[in-house]
């Protein structure tokens, strides 16, 4: 089997298992929730299906997906009916470039190099905000094709506070770009050679702080879940939706945690790279699942005790605050990196 | 009027708050500012007000349904009576009146002075009597209720619809010749949504 | 319950303890000013979206409807809907025996109910002229206090709820529980206790009822403070809530919005001290008065309420005089059903209460108590006999519920459901 | 091989996608298709190797000015742009000769280029041993092509300004009438002049 071959087959393999892997966590991401949810409240959470309920979710798909599919009916039916796939897949692709382990370097597997990584190339930032540019598509098409109120106001809160929080994302990125003098996730990995205190967090720690605000108000998370506050808007978007559709929506909010939290955790705490160099003699995907789960949990654990923005107090904050606070954390990084080296 | 109670601060705790049980229980004789407030009402409209009733230590006047909104307003305006708030507004049926059967009462407080007022007026089927949402605000529901309630039209309120039936009600529910069980309209007419 | 009570979570820490730099309290003029202030935000213009906010709703608590008119976020006018809960109630009063009418009271505001039985039962013995002995008015006292903290908690967790925050709902629903069981024990139901009786209550206290009310309100006033450390000192608590739904003395007159809304704008008005019933005369108590008029003054309220509730109820279990609970009043009242079955006399008197009920003398009372939302009024008109001629009950939640356009215009929408909790509507109260 | 087919598949879409954006006459279908033109384009940028610019076309054109776009199109009622369609008729034509302009500059443009020349030095292997994509980039428009980049942004931030001026409205006093506004409050003098 020659090298080109054997890439192409690892490709595959990559291809196929990466997404049945990131479904397989939703669902448990999803029991989880409840479970802390239930934590947090002085009660039980799901406890029926499977061990300590741990089953739900799976039960849960197969109730949505046999469920009656209400379609509006003075809505824009085509629209409706594609934006749940437009919010659905971008966060899959960004899995693409998100490495998991070591890549290039010696032959690894059966004689051929194993890259952890689907597709290396020098823009992977970018491209994980160019998709999360595209998901606002599909919440913003959700909410204007229910042809619902509550559906519009939720969508064009989701739409102006996602466009407004990926500026000060964006910009706490570029800090570590900066440093690591690539977009390549890969290459920033690589520049975090070394145990935790070498890591970006140290140096960006007001970049990696406010790249996880805005990653929250992305991610239409409490506090900054303007886009469905049951409160206010009863699902905003989602109002109009049922069935597998609205569940395409709500695992598409679990895959983008996912991503969201691969990315922190690959920009800012090492990626894959274990927290002492003695210790990476576990692998590195397990070191990127237990920083994933850790930043999963603390995204629960702020929706269940923190309480909601008002809307115009979150676009202050998006634009007051955290832009200038971002552009500065960019500019002192930018002059640091071009004096000392 | 009501600034000089804005600016009372709260009871000090612990000063003497029980009263003589008997007094209190009692309640006879009106309070001493509710009896300044009749005095001068008594001498502003003298004659105008038909029937003066004293019962349960409270004071009730009777006045023509012409003189409502004068009443009234003096009442809220006069710095002696000071009747900042209307606690209630609402009718009564008394078939055995066959001329005038039914009565609008309006109940109002006082938080200057600390005293209530019972007016009240009678008025014939079909009669109506000057809105005081310019008075009090809070009478827009009250007057509504009472309309759709009794027939009782109230001249000039911003918006009377039916407040608690469904639009479509027929029929004047608490008067005393509604039945209290069956159907009496009532029934869907969606093409009358939004328009009653 | 005792066990689970000792093994609560909460410290005993003393959060706020009033600053002795305390902020100036602001006149009425500056609260003008700032109402003024948010009024501004309509003079952008623009198109106007209408949206018909309920009457099935997360935040309408029940089935509330309000028609927004909205300029982007900002309510530009609200025409607030109530009768979607309409149960005749007046109507069936005059159908019904004094007796009879008590179940109804507890199905205007079930969620404290005990506070409506006993507004009703007030306007009758004064229609009556019974004297209510010493016994039965202290534990009305209690009950209507315990109603109070219930209804007070749960609005606690409603209101955070609406704005966002939902695991604290269920930590004020568990601590509900203990006052919910206390009704249990004291009246046999957890939310419409018809308990209170012309001249009286129903039962006596039942044995090992003192202990555990005690055990629940020392108890209290730990998880108050604990809902201050969560809620009161929260950055984002404050700025949704501060100078939010602004609502002035004059306006609250003006729309005949009393209880908390009134107090947190500076009047010192409680029933309980301006026109005394029950034992609230023999009692030592403050009213909780806070002056900025807005949702976080409202909040502050209603906390200082609950702590001055577990006071209330704890003076009335030290002094609880001995004696009948119910009034020895042939003419107008149920007997001790103890008595029923030793005296002949006495079962007579229940057989001719339940079968030909009270009879009331000719004449009208107006009689308002202090209930957990307001002020409620109960009109009676009699024309001698068992049943009322008219009866009127004049709710808060109607007129708070009224108010709604004068609250909240002018703010968002976000906002809204943060005052529309605030001034404590429930629907059952409203529709009658 | 594999890449020109790619490319035809592609080109083909992103064409279609062109036709669709202006023939729909519902104007969000209409942007749905013109995203989808820029994203076919970006895949087209990704066979070239050239995945910065791919990227950043996604971010730029399908992301940031599309969801503008779409807000603009949201707000405005649809049927006052039918109506509009009509009072422009006459600019159909001044449209129909500035386009066929516009091709012929297009055509007289491509007609002198073949696609090596097209390429330039910038093989793969150039780009990278000059340190990948990212990089030519940035200094092709930062150092060789700085004043076109600034006179480009100076003249995007005027027609910002612009935007804003325009879309402000003139301040108008909320709604004249309220439903729930109680009517006017007698003064004492008239109710003085009554009795």
Known sequence: MSDPVAQLVFLIVKAVAMPLIIITMVAFAIYFERKFAGFFQARVGPTYLGPWGSLQSFGDVLKLISKEDVIPLRSDKSVFKLAPYIAFVPAFLVMAVLPFGPVGGEPNLFGHRFDYVIANFDAGVVLFLAMGAIAVYGVVLAGWSSNSNYSLLGGLRAGAQMISYELAMGFSAAGVMVMAGSMSLVEIVDGQKGAFWEWYWIPQIVGAIIFFIASIAELNRTPFDMAEAEQELVAGYLTEYSGMRWGMFYLAEYVNMIVVSGIISTLYFGGWRAPFESWNVIPGPIWLFLKICVLIFIYMWIRWTIFRYRYNQLMSVGWKVLLPLSLANLAVTAVVVSVVG | MSAARFVQPPRPAGSSTKRDRTAVRAATSLAPTLATAAAKLRRRFGARLLEEEESFGELTFVIAPGDWMRVLAFCKSAPDLGFDQLDCLMGDHLPERADTPFAVLAHLTSHTHAHRLRVKTFLPEGGSLPTVTGLWPSAGFDERETWEMFGVVFQGHPDLRRLLTAEDFEGFPLRKDFPLEGIVGGRVRTELRGKI | ?432 | MTEKVLFVIFAVLAVAGGIAAVTRRNVVHGLLFLVFTFLNVAAIFFLTQAYFLAVVQIVVYAGAIMVLFVFVIMLLNLRTFEQEEQTHRRQRWLALALSVLVLAEFVIVLAGVTFTSARGGFTPEAIAEAGGGTKVFGEALFNNMLLPFEVASVVLLAAMVGAIILVKREKTAGGATRSWEPGEEPTPEAVEEEV
């Open chain 3, 1 to 432: 319950m005792s066990d689970v009570i000792d093994s609560g979570t909460a410290q005993a820490r003393d959060v706020d303890a009033t600053p002795s730099d305390a902020p100036p309290r602001p006149t009425l003029e500056q609260l003008k000013e700032r109402k003024a202030r948010t009024r501004q935000r309509l003079e952008t213009g623009g198109d106007i979206m209408t949206i018909s906010m309920g009457p099935q709703h997360p935040s309408t608590h029940g089935v509330f409807q309000m028609v927004l008119d909205l300029d982007g976020e900002v309510i530009v006018d609200l025409r607030p809907e109530i009768g979607n809960l309409h149960r005749g109630v007046e109507k069936l009063c005059e159908h019904r025996t004094y007796h009879q009418i008590i179940p109804l009271t507890d199905r205007l505001d079930y969620n404290s109910a005990f506070a409506m039985n006993h507004g009703f039962c007030e306007a009758a013995e004064k229609l009556m002229g019974v004297e209510v002995p010493a016994r039965a008015r202290y534990i009305r006292t209690i009950a209507h206090e315990l109603s109070r903290l219930a209804n007070h908690i749960l609005w606690l967790g409603v209101h955070i709820m609406d704005l966002g925050t939902q695991t604290f709902f269920v930590i004020c629903f568990r601590d509900r529980e203990y006052l919910l069981d206390l009704f249990e024990m004291l009246t046999g139901a957890r939310l419409t206790h018809s308990f209170a009786r012309i001249g009286g209550v129903a039962k006596d206290l039942p044995d090992g009822f003192e202990q555990r009310c005690r055990k629940v309100i020392e108890f209290l006033p730990k998880r108050i403070a604990e809902y201050e450390r969560i809620v009161k000192h929260n950055r984002i608590y404050y700025k949704r809530a501060k100078d939010v739904g602004i609502f002035t003395s004059e306006d609250c007159y003006a729309w005949r919005v009393t209880g908390p809304t009134l107090r947190a704008a500076g009047v010192a008005r409680d029933l309980r001290k301006d026109e005394p019933y029950a034992a609230y005369d023999e009692i030592d108590f403050e009213v909780a008065v806070e002056y900025n008029a807005d949702v976080y003054d409202r909040f502050l309220v209603r906390m200082t309420e609950m702590r001055e509730s577990c006071k209330i109820i704890r003076q009335c279990l030290d002094g609880l005089p001995d004696g009948p609970y119910v009034a020895r009043d042939a003419a107008h009242s149920l007997p001790m059903k103890r008595d029923v079955l030793r005296d002949s006399a006495a079962m007579i008197q229940d057989f001719y209460q339940v079968f030909r009920g009270p009879q009331a003398p000719k004449g009208e009372v107006y009689r308002a108590v202090e209930v957990p939302k307001g002020e409620m009024g109960v009109y009676i008109r009699s024309e001698g006999g068992a049943k009322p001629a008219r009866v009127r009950f004049t709710t808060p939640s109607f007129y708070h519920g009224q108010a709604m356009p004068a609250l909240a215009v002018g703010e968002m929408v976000s906002d809204l459901v943060a005052i529309f909790a605030s001034v404590d509507v429930v629907l059952g109260d409203s529709d009658k």
